[in-house]
Every structure is written in C-alpha cells, then in structure tokens.
C-alpha cells in the first residue's frame, strides 16, 4: 500500500491503481486496501467503480464513515441524491466528529434547494469545524434564500477569508452585498 501511495503522489495514479487491484487479488478480503482503491479511483473519475469498492468495504467495516462519505459522494455525481443523503447522513451518524460528511450533505441539500435543512447540517458540521469554508458558504446561501442578508454576508464573507482564491465564495458574496445595496 505504501509503494501505491509513492505512484500516486508521483503522478503515477495509474499504476498505483493496477498495484492495488493485485494486491486485492492476492488479499481480497482486507479493507484498507479496497478503501484506498476507492479513494483512487473516485478521484480517477471512475464512480461506477469506486461505489462497488466502497460498498465492499462497508460491507466488512460497516461503521467506516469515510466510506459512507465517499459513497454519498459517488451518488451525489450519479445525481442519486437520495442515496446520496442517506451515506452522508449515515457517515455523520457513524463518525459525528468529523466534518466532511457535514460538509458534503450541506452542499447536497443546498443544491436541492433545502435550506432549513442546509442551514441546521451546516451549523452542526461548523460546530466540528468552523474553518470549514465549504460549510460557511452553504450556511451563507442558507441565510440568503431566508432573506436574512446581514447573517450571508458574514458567513460568505468568512467563507472567502478561509479560501480567499474560490472565486465562486468571491462570486456569491458580491452577489448578496448587491442584493442588499438594492434593498429599500
């Protein structure tokens, strides 16, 4: 696993790929070294493949939030939102400490246009961790949809203090300091 790790960080992602599939053959049953197949080929782009990795780990390892995280984000790309909710809200129940299940689900529900719902994920996941620019920036769209204006802009605004080169934070900020200029 750790020479797959040297590939990939080499650039190499294809063949640190191909070193873990024999490794899987040879071990078919350990879980680390499917979770990081997963994790390679989500971020290869092969999301059809990284789901039934991920869903084999869970298989073994039911609890392992990051799996049930990145499954939800396999189904997310699928445009499966349903399912998709349900693996980040499980990783959130299996691993509540940790932010990117929070994160990921508060993105999902904003782009399914349920803001009551992103504003309470994104102030739970905040509460893990309040340098989490993604969840500020869900929470400030969260605010702006309720037409509480003062709450986005303070929320976007730390959103683009905490990723100062996103230009979609700088975007929607200057969006609502614009909305707000024009109200009476």
């Known amino acids: 696993m750790a020479r797959a790790r040297q590939l990939k960080d080499a650039g190499r992602a294809g063949e640190a790929r191909d070193l873990l599939k024999k ?13 990081a197949l997963a994790v390679n080929l989500m971020a290869a782009g092969e999301l059809q493949a990284a789901g039934e990795q ?11 939030g990051r799996m049930h ?6 189904l997310a790309r699928l445009r499966r939102t349903e ?26 529900l904003l782009y399914l246009n349920q803001r009551e719902d992103t504003e309470r994920i994104s102030r739970q996941g905040l509460a893990i961790d309040p340098y989490d620019a993604e969840l500020r ?3 400030g769209s969260a605010l702006s949809a309720k037409s509480d204006s003062d709450g986005a802009i303070t929320q976007l605004r730390l959103a683009c203090q905490l990723d100062p080169a996103s230009a979609r934070f700088r975007s929607r900020l200057a969006t609502e300091l614009e909305r707000q200029n024009k109200a009476p």
């Open 137 to 139: 920036f869900s929470l």
């Open 83 to 108: 399912g998709a909710s349900a693996e980040f809200r499980k990783a959130i129940e299996v691993a509540p400490g940790e932010s990117a299940a929070y994160r990921h689900l508060a993105a999902l």
């Open 54 to 64: 991920a869903a084999l780990v869970l298989e073994v390892e039911p609890g392992n």
């Open 23 to 35: 490794e899987i053959e040879l071990r078919p049953g350990n879980a680390r070294l499917r979770a």
């Open 69 to 74: 995280d990145l499954l939800g984000m396999v």
